[in-house]
């Protein structure tokens, strides 16, 4: 059976999982988005806390994204918000990394001049270090995008729905084609979403 | 007990005066001038502003009414020539078209033609119109008084020498109190009304440039003879 021949005959089905796809990856990363930018912002003002703040998330990154979902079962139970929390425990690492990192690559001097006109921290943060840090912490969300796309295909495992509906299904059938069905959109997804979100980290990064 | 940076610092600024404090590399010229802003808080002592100690004023108040220049780096690189002018007006919510006047009239004031450099980014500038806005930045909420960190020091010989003479008719016009930091000695005597001398961490001179070029402190002889090459490379 042709991939496109299953496509054709399976319409409605595929359009579902793809919107459930991209509705797992946009929710969990942009909560982790909410949570990580402003937490990337206070390590910057609490250099203390970033050493266990980055090792813990560090530590969420190395565990297998299987083992991940494993671990949440019992706490979370099966389904969609498991996979979600899973989703947001990975995308956190590199949004809050690449905040900290973008706002702490601010020129000193920059920011000296920042203080020096009187500008309180606020708006320091908000005038000066975060335009500045745009195009870096984007690229932690970008980053953070991209893998979602590929650890939320696991999320068919615990009945999250999504692309990895076909691929789990194709391996347990030995079905190349199903494998495939679900396997090509979202690498499809990763790159429009890489390529998407590259173009836009281009465009706020400014110029020297 | 550590040793302290600065000590026996003390000096006056009068309206229309400028302080060149000169000193080498690490003499503390400018920790001696982030004292006045409070980017750096002295350990002992004060700073008094129309006989007001900075320590009771929030620093960001007592900023916004000092005029601050600083190498180039300190324009906003992702501010426009307009936005970083008028940034302190902003801060301290001007409208937008009071900004917008007072900026085009500081630009006309530093020698940049306003049509011509609003919308420019610093990147796309030349040190030398780099500095003249960091000069009319530091102006834009009218300061009672300026500070100015070897403002022309990255500027190539004859840029510098340009903009100094400028700097020196502006003085004039303006009227408010400057403390200028240089280690150019040529600078201080052309620029400053009193220089005060520092050398390791200490105020060892405080005069006028006629008294500077006399006095015997070995640190400013130091500095007369390397603004003077003297004979023998004179040819």
Partial sequence: ?208 | MVSPLVQDVSFTVGAGETVVILGRSGSGKTTTLKLINRLLEPTAGDVLIAGERTAAVEPTRLRRRIGYVIQEVGLFPHFTVAENVGLVPRLEGWLAERIAARVRDLLGLVGLDPDTFVARYPHQLSGGQRQRVGVARALAADPPLLLLDEPFGALDPITRVELQREFRGLEGRLGKGMVFVTHDVREGLLLGTRIGLMHGGRLVFLGTPEEFGKADHPEAVAFMRAADPGPAARG
């Fill in chain 1, 1 to 208: 059976m042709s991939l496109l021949s299953f496509y054709a005959r399976n319409t409605t089905e595929v359009l579902g999982l793809i919107w459930q796809h991209l509705y797992l990856v946009a929710l969990s990363t942009g909560a982790a988005t909410i949570i990580g930018v402003p937490l990337g912002m206070l390590l910057t003002r609490r250099p203390a806390w970033r050493g266990s703040v980055l090792g813990l998330a560090n530590i969420f990154q190395t565990v297998p994204s299987l083992a991940l979902f494993g671990i949440l079962i019992p706490i979370l139970g099966i389904g969609f918000w498991t996979a979600v929390t899973a989703l947001v425990v990975y995308a956190l690492l590199p949004i809050v990394r690449n905040t900290y990192t973008g706002i702490a690559g601010v020129d000193p001097a920059v920011r000296e001049a920042g203080r020096g006109m009187g500008m309180t921290d606020g708006e320091l943060l908000r005038l000066v270090e975060l335009p500045l840090a745009a195009s870096v912490i984007l690229a932690g969300i970008r980053v953070a995008t991209v893998v979602s796309v590929g650890v939320a295909t696991i999320g068919a495992a615990i009945g999250a729905g999504g692309l990895g509906v076909y691929i789990f299904r194709g391996v347990a059938v030995v079905d190349d084609t199903l494998i495939l069905a679900g396997a090509i959109p979202a690498a499809l997804m990763a790159l429009a979403a890489d390529g998407a979100l590259g173009l836009l980290e281009r465009r706020l990064a400014w110029h020297r």
